[in-house]
């Protein structure tokens, strides 16, 4: 497939753009942005072939290597996930061969129905995915994520049969099913991305950046759904859990360790939820390890002292706990939607976003917008002191007889010890170890200005220096279309179907100017503004635009270059239609 400008110029397009499955895909990409950060699809996500002429274009660390650290990372991340689950299930055992169903109904509960969730929600993204991609009339949706570079090159290996190709589906499908079945989707994605990652440091040159684009979109992938497990999953276990020894004076070997795999669990995720959304983003800068492990120390001691708070007022109010934690939720999730947070695609998606993180308030401390994050965050430790205290009042003073004095005043001590050693590390964390640098002096003078935060250096999010050159503003009401002229375009209009392929003329650089030109690439182009951190790009949330990238990253020898749309530095492009 190809098409010709006006100037003549013969363009000719990969042959993996030659199928309408790949077309469609790209034609179905476009966003038009509401002010309060939904999103819905209107038609056609462009790829422009030619010269990058963004002042901010985005595209993957690939100078950053897979590294050892990385790799003994996402081994530990496996551990604690097999640690967290098999003690889980261990301990209900247990309390069956004790007798004990209640527990063991209630232990088996927590474990069982949030896995189910998340498994079908990995399921969901694999047909998306695989079924697309073996849709494809080229036929290579069986290989298409195991390309090397002799392929990309151009070179003569044939393509399997159509029967091999078949085979290979249904042998996929196969092997998908009983992996989520079997309730072992995480670990599949784990296992994956350490095959990424190796394979990103064996390949050089365009291999490397393609198997880093996927590493980088997997591990987006595994943390999410990680992230929910902990939080329907190992957070309710941890209170149940604690609540059972409070209620029955007694500890089991068993129960403690349980216990104890949820609260790693929980600190786990939420750190290395943060750190792979920064590697995601090249307008941040990267989390260090150490930094990782104290933002989970900071978590492990914070989220201790909730739930042993929780625990305790359970273990005496068991009506009153369950209003109290309805409630709690009902305000955070309140609280974050009033914040106009601009995480999902689409206004319902939002909503349900928020509810989730709601879920997690009810915990710990996540930041869901930049700007004004310093008095969010001690807004919030200090209502969850409050709620501490007085949850651990209630239950000392209606404590049971069984209960003697120096045994709750130890209890006390906990809860105030574990409470004050997260705070220790949440401020060690954010006075020398944030990734932006230690936040100090000016750096906390913050001036609204628009719809986000900028002070002195630029600082957004607890000294998260906001991108001067392009500063992305929240997405207004209505983008309107133009082609050629100001004239906007209407619903029924024939013009209102963008083309699907533009092409820029090339940028001749003034003679004063020191830079070289730039190599010519495919440039994704989103009509949507970039979204602000802490959300994840439309590049990682969008399944179809991921496959656009991989697409490119696989037929160009150039990397394809993300461009979303700015306000502050608009470019006109040229514009020429071709059909599909």
Known sequence: ??????????????SHCTSLSFAHSLCTTNMAAKSDGAAVCESASRCLLGPEQSAAPVHPRAEKRFSLLDCCWV??????????????????????LRRDYWWFGLTLVFVVVPSAVVQVL????????????????????????????????????????????????????????IIHILQLGQVWRYVHTLCLGLQ??????????????????????INMLRLLEAFLKS????????????????????????A????????????????????SRDDKLPMSYKAVIVQMLW??????????????????????????????????????????????????????????????????????????????????????????????????????PHTSDFYALIIVCVVVCSYALGTFFMFVYYCLLHPDGPILGAQWSCVEEGMGVIGLGGVGDLGTPLPQPDVVTSPPRTLQRTTGGDREIGAGDRDSCLPVFQVRPPSVPPASSPRPPRTEGPVIRIDLPRKRYPAWDAHFIDRRLRKTILVLENTSPVTPRIQYQSFSNPKEVTEYETTV
């Open 235 to 258: 957070a309710p276990q941890l209170v149940l859990q604690l609540s059972i020894m409070i209620h029955s004076n007694h500890i089991l070997p068993l129960q403690g360790l349980s």
């Open 299 to 400: 978590h492990l001691f914070t989220i201790g002292a909730r739930t042993i708070a929780f625990a305790l007022f359970a273990s005496v109010f068991q009506l009153y706990f369950g209003i109290f934690i309805v409630a709690h939720w009902c305000a955070m999730t309140f609280w974050i939607i009033q914040g106009e947070t601009d995480f999902c695609m689409s206004k319902w998606e939002e909503i349900i976003y928020n509810m989730v993180v709601g879920i997690i308030y009810i915990f710990c401390w996540f930041n869901v917008k930049e700007g004004r994050a310093r008095f969010r965050l001690g807004v919030y430790y200090c209502v969850t002191l409050v709620e501490n205290v007085a949850l651990t009042a209630a239950w000392y003073i209606h404590r049971g």
């Open 200 to 221: 990103s440091r064996w390949h050089g040159g365009p291999g490397q950046r393609n198997f880093y684009w996927r590493l980088m979109f997997e591990s987006a992938d």
């Open 1 to 14: 497939m190809s098409f010709h400008t006006h100037s003549s110029t013969h363009i000719p397009l990969p």
């Open 75 to 96: 081994v530990c991340a496996l551990l604690v996930f097999f640690s967290d689950g098999a003690t889980d299930l261990w301990l209900a055992a247990d309390y069956y």
């Open 260 to 279: 104890s795999a949820s609260l790693v669990s929980l600190a786990w995720m939420i750190a290395s939820y943060q750190k792979v959304l920064r590697d």
């Open 122 to 177: 990995s399921f969901r993204w694999f047909v998306y995915d695989y079924s697309e991609m073996s849709a494809s009339p080229s036929g290579d949706g069986c290989d298409f994520s195991t390309k090397d570079s002799d392929r990309r090159s151009g070179s003569g290996r044939t393509l399997p049969a159509n029967g091999t190709r078949k085979c290979c589906r249904v042998l996929v499908w196969l092997f998908q099913s």
